[in-house]
C-alpha cells in the first residue's frame, strides 16, 4: 500500500516598502499572491511473479498484478495487469550446428500496464481570480486509467563472443485513453478529463554492439541503435478537437479517428499551381524564389514587381457553375500582386497537414576506446524526418521587420519584397506552413576523454598513498548539424503544471511529452556543457 499526503502553501510578494525587512506584512498587499494546495493520495496493489528456467535453453516469465489508486474514479478503483514473457536459446541445443553463432535467441512478450489520471482529473475544479471562482473542469466519477497493452517479438544473435545483433518489433495499443476534451458551452464548464480513444503504436528497433578489439593494452568497443515508431489514433469517442501548447495560438496538432499522431495542422501556402482552382488562368501565375504560387498578371514573372511596378495590383477571378440543385452559382477568389496564397481546396477547406513531428527514424552510435591509460568515449545520436514549428521565428515579425528574412539590403532589386508581404506570412493569429521546418539533426552529444596514472607512476611523488589518479575532461552537446534555423531543433514544449486550470488545458497528458510537442516557442536551448573529473583512488 501506498499513501501520499501533501499539503502545500506558497507566498509571492513583489514591491517591499522598506529593504532588507522580509516579513509578509511589509509588501505591498495589491502585488501579492498567496497559494495553497492540499492532496491526499492512496494506493494498493497485490502482485504475483515467477520465473522459469530449464536448462538455460527455455525461459518463461510471469507476472498478474492487481492495482487499486483513488486516482481512478470512484465507480473503478480496481484494475488488473498481467505480464507474460518466453524466450528459446536456439544456439545452446547440443545439435546446434553453427559455432561462429554462440547465440541465437527468439524472444516473445505479451503484457498490459495502466497510466494514471493526474489527481484533480476526476474532479470538479475552479480557478479562482480576485476572490471568484470560475468553473474550468467537470468531474468524471468513471475515470478510469489507460489500459495498454504491449505484444514484441524479438531476436538475438552472437557471433564469436564479441559481436551482438538485436531486432525487435513492438506493437502497442492504448485503450482508454486519457484525453482532455473541450466542452460545448452548455455544460458550463470548459473541459472534462475521459477516456475518449485508443492509440495504437507500431515500433522497429535494432542495436548492434561490437568488441573490435580486446588485448591487456587496447581494447575498442562501439555499438549503434536504431528506431522508428508510428502512432495512430485508431478510435475517438468524442468529437475531433484541435490542441497545442500552452502558448498563445499554438493548437497545431488535431485529434480524430484515423489520424496520424503528432501531425501538425494549419493554413498552408499554395507552393504547386495545380493547386490553384482549375477555373483560374494558371500561365498568370508563378512561383517564386521562396517557392510560394504567386499571381503575377499575363505575361509577367515574379522578378517585375519593381521593375514594372507591379506591387500593390490586384485581381478577381469569378466562376458561375451550376450546383447539384440546378441554381446557379458564383465564386470568386482575388490575388494581390507577388503575395502568397493559402490553399483552398475544392471544398472550400483551408486547413491542412503542414508537418509531422515524430521522426522518420532515430540513431545513435557510439564507441569507447583505451590505450593503456588512456581512455575515449565518443556518443553521436540523430533524429531524421520531422518538423518543428518556429514560431520563436514567427512572432518577432508582428511589429517590425527585426528578422534576418525580412532584411533586404544586398538583394538584388528584383528580388526585394515589401514588408506587407512578410506581414501576410507571419500571421501570429494561426499557425502556418511558413514556420514550419525541418527538425532533422545530427549531435556530437558527449566526448570524453581521461587519463589514468597508476601505483607504479604516482609513487615517486605520493609514495604509496595513491593506488590510482585519474584526470578527465568531459564535453557533452557540443557540435549540431542541421538545417534548422532556431537555436536547437532539439526542442519540445512541456504543457506546464498539471493542476486544474493550468497547462493541460489544450489537449491532454500526451502534452507533457516534448517529444511529441515539437513547438520552438521561446523556450531555451539545450546547454553545451564542460566537466573536469579528478578522481583519487587511495
Excluded: C
Excluded at 477516456?195 to 568488441?211: I, P, Q, V
Amino acid at each position: 500500500a501506498e499513501f501520499w499526503d501533501t499539503q502545500s502553501n506558497t507566498s509571492q510578494g513583489r514591491e517591499a516598502n522598506f529593504a532588507g525587512i522580509q516579513t509578509w506584512d511589509n509588501y505591498i498587499p495589491e502585488r501579492s499572491r498567496l497559494f495553497s494546495g492540499i492532496s491526499k493520495i492512496r494506493s494498493e496493489g497485490f502482485f504475483l511473479i515467477t520465473g522459469l528456467d530449464y536448462d538455460g535453453r527455455y525461459i518463461v516469465d510471469f507476472l498478474v498484478r492487481r492495482d487499486g489508486s483513488s486516482l481512478f474514479g470512484p465507480d473503478d478503483r480496481w484494475h488488473t495487469y498481467y505480464r507474460v514473457s518466453s524466450a528459446y536459446r536456439m544456439a545452446q541445443e547440443i545439435w546446434w550446428p553453427f559455432d561462429p553463432i554462440n547465440e541465437f535467441k527468439l524472444r516473445a512478450s505479451i503484457g498490459t500496464a495502466g497510466n494514471r489520471p493526474l489527481f484533480a482529473a476526476q474532479y470538479e475544479t475552479f480557478h479562482m481570480s480576485a476572490g471568484v471562482a470560475t468553473k474550468r473542469t467537470l468531474g468524471n466519477r468513471e475515470l478510469k486509467p489507460e489500459f495498454a497493452t504491449e505484444w514484441e517479438a524479438g531476436l538475438e544473435v552472437g557471433l564469436w563472443d564479441r559481436v551482438m545483433l538485436e531486432l525487435v518489433y513492438a506493437n502497442t495499443v492504448v485503450e482508454d485513453q486519457l484525453m482532455f476534451v473541450p466542452l460545448p458551452a452548455y455544460f458550463g464548464f470548459t473541459h472534462q478529463w475521459r477516456n475518449a480513444g485508443t492509440l495504437e503504436s507500431k515500433s522497429y528497433e535494432a542495436s548492434l554492439r561490437a568488441f573490435l578489439m580486446q588485448t591487456r593494452d587496447i581494447s575498442w568497443s562501439m555499438n549503434f541503435n536504431f528506431s522508428s515508431t508510428d502512432m495512430t489514433i485508431t478510435e475517438m469517442h468524442v468529437p475531433a478537437y484541435k490542441w497545442g501548447p500552452n502558448l498563445q495560438n499554438a493548437d497545431v496538432f488535431y485529434n480524430r479517428e484515423g489520424e496520424t499522431f503528432g501531425v501538425f495542422y494549419g493554413d498552408k501556402w499554395m507552393t504547386s499551381l495545380n493547386q490553384l482552382p482549375a477555373w483560374v488562368p494558371r500561365d498568370q501565375f508563378d512561383i517564386n524564389d521562396d517557392g510560394y504560387v504567386v499571381w503575377v498578371g499575363p505575361g509577367n514573372t515574379w522578378k517585375d514587381g519593381i521593375l514594372k511596378k507591379l506591387w500593390g495590383e490586384e485581381v478577381t477571378f469569378t466562376h458561375t457553375f451550376i450546383d447539384e440543385f440546378g441554381v446557379e452559382q458564383t465564386v470568386t477568389r482575388s490575388f494581390q500582386w507577388g503575395m502568397p496564397n493559402k490553399y483552398i481546396d475544392e471544398d472550400g477547406n483551408s486547413f491542412h497537414r503542414i508537418g509531422k513531428a515524430l521522426p522518420d527514424f532515430s540513431f545513435a552510435f557510439g564507441s569507447n576506446f583505451r590505450y593503456k591509460g588512456f581512455s575515449a568515449y565518443v556518443l553521436f545520436d540523430a533524429e531524421i524526418g520531422h518538423d518543428v514549428y518556429n514560431q520563436t521565428r514567427q512572432w518577432p515579425q508582428r511589429d517590425d521587420p527585426v528578422m534576418v528574412e525580412q532584411d533586404q539590403f544586398g538583394k538584388p532589386h528584383w528580388t526585394k519584397k515589401p514588408q506587407p508581404y512578410y506581414a501576410l506570412l507571419q500571421n501570429v493569429s494561426a499557425v502556418n506552413s511558413h514556420f514550419v521546418e525541418s527538425g532533422s539533426y545530427l549531435k556530437l552529444r558527449e566526448l570524453s576523454l581521461r587519463y589514468s596514472f597508476d601505483r607504479a607512476q604516482l609513487r615517486p611523488v605520493f609514495g604509496g598513498w595513491v593506488n590510482r589518479l585519474t584526470l578527465g575532461v568531459i564535453g557533452r552537446n557540443l557540435i549540431t548539424w542541421t538545417d534548422y534555423t532556431g537555436y536547437d531543433p532539439e526542442v519540445g514544449v512541456h504543457a506546464g503544471h498539471p493542476g486544474p486550470g493550468i497547462g493541460w488545458e489544450t489537449g491532454g497528458p500526451q502534452q507533457a511529452q516534448a517529444t511529441i510537442v515539437r513547438f520552438d516557442g521561446f523556450s531555451y536551448p539545450n546547454y553545451r556543457s564542460f566537466s573536469a573529473v579528478i578522481e583519487v583512488v587511495f
